[in-house]
């Protein structure tokens, strides 16, 4: 029986690896691929948008690559008033958050890319989106087309180009991880 539960677990092993280089081929580098958040950083987060919903009372918040939903489910279950949407481009997060947030009439799952979506009725902008390129991008997305006083938090990776609010560090097994909160403006008006 021991021997038949280290098979499976090997064989779930390889599934992700390849499902990983299948992402990152697919994405053609640009996204990262599915993590969940989890642990310190979680509640972090979790923490700021309670903190900006208490000074804002209706909101709405998107996630740019919410993977299986860990961070829009614990929101719409504590903030059942408020509307959340993530966005998701790889199918089997996609599915998974699909089916996770089926009974959250205030949570919406699209299987899209949010470069091609309006993002100017959101209040809240949540991102695990890695560096480079990809930051540069979300920058000016964010301040193109989200109000001045709203708020982004990017778990892990800066977005150089906003104008920061706060840096928050972490221990995630351990490891400092850094929480980054950002007006989405430029960083130099």
Not at 79 to 88: A, C, I, K, Q, T
Request: charged residues 20%.
């Amino acid at each position: 029986m021991l021997l038949f539960f280290a098979l499976c677990l090997c064989f779930l092993a390889v599934l992700f690896n390849l499902y990983v280089i299948v992402a990152f081929i697919k994405s053609k580098g640009m996204y990262p691929p599915f993590i969940v958040s989890f642990g310190a950083h979680k509640k972090e987060v979790i923490a700021a948008v309670a903190n900006f919903i208490a000074q804002n009372k209706n909101f709405k918040t998107v996630d740019l690559g919410c993977g299986c939903g860990s961070l829009l489910i614990p929101l719409a279950k504590r903030f059942p008033e408020n509307s959340f949407v993530g966005y998701e481009w790889s199918l089997f997060p996609y599915l998974l958050a699909k089916w996770r947030t089926r009974n959250l009439r205030n949570v919406t799952i699209w299987r899209a890319d949010f470069f091609k979506a309006d993002l100017s009725a959101f209040d809240v902008a949540l991102c695990y989106l890695g560096n480079g390129k990809v930051a540069k991008m979300i920058a000016q997305k964010l301040t193109e087309e989200m109000q001045a006083d709203g708020l982004v938090i990017s778990e892990l990776f800066e977005i150089n180009g906003l104008k920061e609010r706060a840096v928050k560090t972490v221990r995630c097994f351990g490891v400092p991880v850094r929480i980054y909160l950002y007006y989405p403006v430029p960083d130099k008006m």
